[in-house]
Structures are given as structure tokens and as C-alpha cells.
């Protein structure tokens, strides 16, 4: 799940790196409801950030903060070091992508990708030439002299994104920029938008509810839920080691076990769960009050179907198969505990036809390594 | 929306299912089996017969009509120009004459009083289309970017002068700018000016009338358009550099030209046309087409001319609707590819 990005450089691991984008304590409320709460957030030079969370999580009231179109009842937004509290949106050195695109209907794609360099009064002659150079860069050279409606969804989504980028902003903000594309459009899209943004070296901030798409193009997420930013990491971080149940459910799907701890030393926690029907041992210390409910997070694939009984006393279940639905190059098993919780397994289809393959009513071992498990006290 | 309670069926559901059955019930029955099939036979059908009714309607009203002005407007003057005229085809010995008289149009070319009419209804028209435009657009406008829960109690201001005569509300007028009226006697009052300023009969009177009729058809299709414009766009102009109002000159005023243009005309025609107001409101002086025609028709009794007026008026005003017409028709084309 490590992005290329991460790999590369991590400027957030640097204590030294001077962030690029520093949003601080910003808040907004519309009357009494309260949008976003608090946020503090620094982005780097570089990133594709997304913002990642349901709707009415407060992520498009950020963006749009970002961009100028709210201001922040409270807190303030740097920009390469300058406070943009007082700067209007159409002096702001960000530019956006809008979810509908907002293509101008009645200018041509040219026309459209021209519009902002105009507002700058450069030379016609450098405006066509930026016009042209960004319109090759999405492959949109033929299409220059066509209107909007004229075009599909995959080229009005590239023409929005050229008259975003062409005026070299330091920020873009896209607001879910792929959305409104189809499954197949989309992951091409996705690549070709990190390919771009490499490019060019521009700093993305990406609005999102779409967990795959954050995973895919981020550098790094930000959960967000109920206006405030609830974890920051990288997919990785973010996939493996969930902060609280919201993460560990918002993000992909996972097995949740509530329990109570039973010992709580530096180096494991051991709990004691009756939705398990049994006892789950953590490999690492948990810092929380003693006999405090903790819920413990398994990932489906991370769980082990057998039939014969696992070696380890801990964190393991009997049960009886369900449901099996057979996906191709995974299966998704539904077992039912012996405690009557449902629990999800998925097991790679490893051998083209297994003869002894699990099957409906059966009874089944599940159980999982010490390591595979979360623990989050919230 | 379907109801939770089966046994639950609310008044609309139940007048569509009583519909449903009437409409069954008539299609089944062999009354209208019988006629529908005797139609068919004819070559009518359901289809036809409901495009008929405007058929029927503008070949009645508008087209027998036209025929008949026409047909007067070729009618030679003799000393009192009422009916009964000379045939317009006749036929003897074996030959159709067709008797084309059409000295009442080169007449209405010849007197210059014609002429000048013409011209200046245009003006009239064109000016105050003009105003009603730069009235109407920020009316149009305010009501299409307030909440839309006062915006149907704005529109419904606007179209509330409707509810009382056209004459009465012209009659108003001539109060409210009379010598003695409320607006000279306030500013009387003011010490602003020593004698009553003559506004009635002048005409400033008379485009105060016309504008303020013809303002409501000026809004409404200005309205329609600006309701519908996508205010993402807006935002999109100020985020790409551009200032709020040459985002509005840039984006919204281009994109509203169809509303512009629609209402333009629905103001331009009937102002060109215009009757009542000028002779009511404008001075002695003021020359309209619409007040040549009627003098025309009833104080010289000239039918023949006035209706040569009325036919020269209707192919000027054809024009534009034409024009309109055709811009209309590419419109709906590029929004049907959209």
C-alpha cells in the first residue's frame, strides 16, 4: 500500500522541513452548526493531500476555505508562508477543480484554458502558448476549437484540470475529481492525474469520500468526521494502524471485537472478549486505565480459515461458514462465532480448483497472528 | 413515496387510479372504439387531431382575419373608403381577372406622414425596450439570486398589476402625472420647483407608460434564464483571477443574451404596435403607427389604407420574430446536444 511518493521522500518525518501549507486551529460555522472544528493540518511542498471522509464531514467547507470562497470563523491559512485571511479568492495563488468541472458553456476549450491567463493580462502570444502547451499535456490538442457540451466526461474532466493548472498555481484543490467518471475512466484517470501532478510539481489537495481513490492517489490522508480531522497519515499508516473505530471502519472493511482488558504489561495486553468467545493477545503495550472496553481490529484478510485447531490459544474462534461469495482472485467468507458474531474472512484463491475447498454449514477454525490486530480505545 | 399502510391511499393516488379507470373504461367503450375507427379511416388519428386545435385556432383567428385585411388593402378608394368594395377576382368571358389594386401601399409610401410614423414607432419601440432592459435585468437578476423561498412572492409582485385593468393602470398614470397630481404636489411642497412641471401628454409620459406596461414581460424571461445559470461558474471566473463583476460581464451576461433577447422582443412588437398609451399619456404631437391606424380606420373612414397600415406593420414585425425564431431554434439544437 506504500505509495511511490512516500518512498521517495517523506518531508512530514523531517522535523526540519518547513511545511508549504499550514492551516491553523480553522474553524467555520454556519449559525449554530459548526462545519469544521478546529482543524490544524501543515501539507508539503509537493503532496497530493487528500481529504477523506463521508458527506457533511466538513471536507468541502475546507477546501473551500482554502480557496477563499468562506472565511474561516476562525483560525488562519498560510500559503508559502503568506496569510491569506484578507486575500480574495481571485488573487490567491490557488486554483481549483470543481466536482461539476464548471466549464464556461459558451467558450470553446481553448477559450476556457485561456480564461484565467487573460485575467492576468499576459501577451497573447505567451497565453497561447501556455493554452497550447497545457491542452498537449492532457491530450486535448484536437479538441481545442469544440464547446464543452460537445465533449465527453473524461475530456471536460481534462479541460477543467488544464484551465486549473495553467496558471501554475502553488495549491490545486480538487474537489471530487473523479466522481462523476465512470469505474474504467476512472483508474486511468487516477494515474494519469499522479503522472501530471509530477510533472508539473504542483501541491494537490484532493476532496474526497472515496476511499480507494484516497489510497490510490495520495500521499497522504486526512480522515475527516464531524469537522474535525480525526487521522493524518500515509494509506499505509492510515489502512494498518486505524487511530479509533471510525477509521478502522470508514477505511476498507475490518472485524471488530469489543473486550476488556485483562493484563496490561509494557510489551502485550492481553483482553478478554466475549463477542470472540475468547481471549485476544496484543504484541504491544496499550495505554489505557485498567478494565477500560477496548475494541480490537482485524482486517478480513488477515484472518485464517482451518480446520484444524491453531496452535495459539489466543485470538482465535470457532465457527460455522455462512456465506461465500467467490470474487475471482479472492473468496469472502461470512463465518458466524460460536458467540453469534458475524465475522468476514477473505482467503486468496491460491490454486485454480482446491478439492477441498470450505463450504457452506461448515465448521471452521478462524484465528489470526498477534501482530494482525489493532487495538483502539475509542 | 409509496405509503407505508396498504390500507392507506391518499386523495392524488386515488384521483390518478380514478383517471386510470375513467380513461380505460373510455378507451374500451364502443362508442369511442367506433368514431376513433372511423376517423382512422379518414386519416385521423389521436395525435393529428390534438395538433389541430392550435391549427384551428390561428388558421380562425389569425389567418381568415389576415386574409380579409388583405384582401381590403387591394381594395380601391373611392370617396368614403367603408365597404361594400370591388371583387378582388373576377371572372368573364372565360378569363380570371385578378384585380390587385395597389395604390393604398403607394400612397403609404408617397405621404411622408406614413413614413415618419413608421420610423418613429420603431424609436419608441427600440427605446423603450431599451429602458425596460436596464430596468428589468437587475430586477430580473435581484429576484433569481434571492432565497428561493421569496422569490415566488417576488414574481408574483411583479405580475400582480396584471390583476386590474391595462386601461385603468394607464388612467393612473395620467393622475399621478397631472398638473395637480401627487408627484408635482409633492414637489411643490419640497419648494423644489414653483410651477407644476407638464409631464402629461409629453413624451416623457409616454415612455413612463410603455415602459412600465411592457416591464413584467421583460423580467419573466429574463428571470428564467438567470434562475437556471449554475453559480459554480461564477466562482470558477473569481478562482481563475477574474473580479466578481467582470465575472458577471464575462460569464453571467453572455449566458443570459437567449433571456435578453426573448424579452426584448416580447417588449419591441406590441410597444411598435402601441395604441392606447401614446394617445392617452403622449402629447398631441406623438406619432404612432398604432394611432395613425386607428385615426385612419375610424376618423377617416379609410379602410383600404388603414388596412395597408396594418399589413405593412405585421410583415415589419414579422422580421424580428423570425429572426428570433431562428436564434431560438439553435438554441434548443446546442442545448439538445448538451
Redesign the interface.
Known amino acids: 500500500m506504500a505509495s511511490p511518493m512516500e518512498e521517495r521522500k517523506a518531508p512530514w518525518l523531517d522535523p526540519d522541513a518547513a511545511p508549504y501549507i499550514r492551516i491553523e486551529g480553522i474553524s467555520k460555522k454556519f449559525g449554530d452548526f459548526v462545519a469544521v472544528a478546529d482543524v490544524t493540518l501543515n501539507i508539503y511542498r509537493g503532496e497530493i493531500f487528500c481529504l477523506l471522509g463521508g458527506s457533511g464531514c466538513g471536507k468541502t467547507t475546507l477546501l473551500r476555505m482554502l480557496?477563499?470562497?468562506e472565511r474561516p470563523t476562525t483560525g488562519k491559512i498560510f500559503i508559502d508562508g503568506v496569510d491569506m485571511s484578507d486575500v480574495?479568492?481571485?488573487?490567491r495563488p490557488?486554483?481549483?477543480m470543481?466536482q461539476?468541472y464548471?466549464?464556461?458553456?459558451?467558450m470553446t476549450v481553448e477559450q476556457n484554458v485561456a480564461?484565467?491567463l487573460k485575467?492576468?493580462g499576459l501577451p497573447k502570444a505567451e497565453i497561447a502558448s501556455r493554452v497550447a502547451e497545457m491542452l498537449s499535456i492532457v491530450k486535448l490538442e484536437q479538441f481545442a476549437k469544440r464547446k464543452p457540451?460537445?465533449l465527453s466526461g473524461g475530456q471536460r474532466q481534462r479541460v477543467a484540470l488544464a484551465?486549473?493548472l495553467v496558471?501554475r498555481p502553488k495549491l490545486l484543490l480538487l474537489d471530487e475529481p473523479l466522481a462523476a467518471l465512470d469505474k474504467k475512466l476512472r483508474e486511468h484517470t487516477q494515474f494519469e492525474l499522479v503522472n501530471i501532478q509530477e510533472r508539473l510539481g504542483v501541491t494537490f489537495i484532493v476532496v474526497t469520500h472515496d476511499q480507494e481513490e484516497a489510497m490510490t492517489l495520495a500521499s497522504r490522508i486526512g480522515v475527516m468526521n464531524q469537522g474535525r480531522i480525526v487521522q493524518v497519515g500515509t494509506p499505509h499508516d492510515i489502512y494498518e494502524f486505524p487511530n479509533t473505530r471510525f477509521v478502522a471502519e470508514f477505511i476498507g472493511n475490518v472485524n471488530m471485537f469489543e473486550g476488556v482488558i485483562l493484563e496490561d504489561e509494557p510489551d502485550h495486553v492481553l483482553i478478554e472478549s466475549r463477542e470472540l468467545g475468547g481471549n485476544i493477545y496484543v504484541g504491544h503495550g496499550v495505554s489505557t486505565a485498567p478494565e477500560a472496553i477496548v475494541w480490537t481490529a482485524v482486517r478480513p484478510e488477515k484472518m485464517v480459515l482451518s480446520r484444524t485447531e491453531p496452535e495459539d490459544k489466543n485470538n482465535r474462534a470457532t465457527g460455522i461458514i455462512k456465506e461465500i461469495a467467490y470474487m475471482g482472485d479472492l473468496s469472502i467468507y461470512l463465518v458466524q462465532l460460536d458467540s453469534g458474531k458475524i465475522v468476514r474472512v477473505t482467503q486468496p484463491n491460491i490454486y485454480r480448483h482446491a478439492e477441498d475447498q470450505f463450504t457452506w454449514d461448515e465448521r471452521v477454525w478462524v484465528h489470526w497472528h498477534h501482530t494482525a490486530n489493532v487495538v483502539v480505545t475509542e | 413515496m409509496a405509503p407505508t399502510n396498504p390500507g392507506y391511499v391518499s386523495l392524488g393516488e386515488r384521483l390518478v387510479l380514478w383517471m386510470d379507470q375513467l380513461w380505460s373504461t373510455v378507451l374500451d367503450s364502443a362508442p369511442y372504439r367506433w368514431s376513433a375507427g372511423a376517423m382512422r379511416r379518414v386519416g385521423l388519428h389521436g395525435r393529428r387531431l390534438v395538433i389541430a386545435v392550435p391549427w384551428l385556432w390561428l388558421l380562425l383567428f389569425f389567418l381568415i382575419p389576415f386574409v380579409i385585411v388583405l384582401k381590403i388593402s387591394f381594395a380601391e378608394t373611392r370617396w368614403l373608403g367603408t365597404p361594400p368594395y370591388g371583387p378582388l377576382f373576377e371572372w368573364a368571358d372565360a378569363q380570371l381577372h385578378i384585380r390587385v389594386n395597389l395604390a393604398n401601399y403607394l400612397y403609404l409610401i408617397r405621404d411622408a406622414l406614413y413614413v415618419k410614423a413608421f420610423l418613429s414607432s420603431l424609436k419608441v419601440a427600440a427605446i423603450s425596450t431599451i429602458f425596460c432592459l436596464l430596468i428589468g435585468y437587475p430586477m430580473a437578476y435581484a429576484i433569481a439570486r434571492t432565497d428561493p423561498r421569496w422569490r415566488n412572492v417576488l414574481l408574483l409582485l411583479v405580475i400582480l398589476p396584471f390583476w386590474t385593468s391595462f386601461l385603468l393602470r394607464v388612467y393612473a398614470w395620467m393622475g399621478l402625472l397631472g398638473n395637480n397630481g401627487p408627484i408635482n404636489q409633492l414637489l411643490m411642497a419640497l419648494g423644489l420647483i414653483s410651477e407644476p412641471l407638464a409631464m402629461l401628454n409629453t413624451d416623457f409620459a409616454m415612455y413612463i407608460g410603455i415602459v412600465y406596461s411592457y416591464l413584467p414581460f421583460m423580467i419573466l424571461p429574463l428571470y428564467s434564464n438567470l434562475e437556471k445559470h449554475d453559480l459554480t461558474l461564477l466562482e470558477a471566473a473569481v478562482d481563475l483571477g477574474c473580479k466578481p463583476f467582470k465575472a458577471f460581464l464575462s460569464i453571467t451576461l453572455p449566458l443570459s443574451m437567449p433571456g435578453v433577447i426573448a424579452g426584448s422582443m416580447l417588449v419591441f412588437i406590441p410597444a411598435v404596435g402601441e395604441f392606447v398609451i401614446p394617445r392617452l399619456l403622449g402629447g398631441t404631437d406623438s406619432l404612432m403607427i398604432g394611432r395613425v391606424l386607428w385615426d385612419e380606420f375610424f376618423l377617416n373612414r379609410n379602410w383600404p389604407v388603414a388596412s395597408a397600415v396594418a399589413v405593412v406593420l405585421l410583415i415589419v414585425l414579422v422580421i424580428p420574430i423570425m429572426i428570433f425564431q431562428r436564434y431560438q431554434m439553435k438554441e434548443t439544437e446546442a442545448e439538445e446536444r448538451r
Do not use: W
Request: glycine residues 8%.
Open positions: 480557496a477563499g470562497f480574495p479568492p481571485y488573487d490557488v486554483n481549483m470543481f461539476s464548471a466549464l464556461f458553456p459558451h480564461f484565467g485575467q492576468e457540451h460537445q484551465r486549473a496558471k
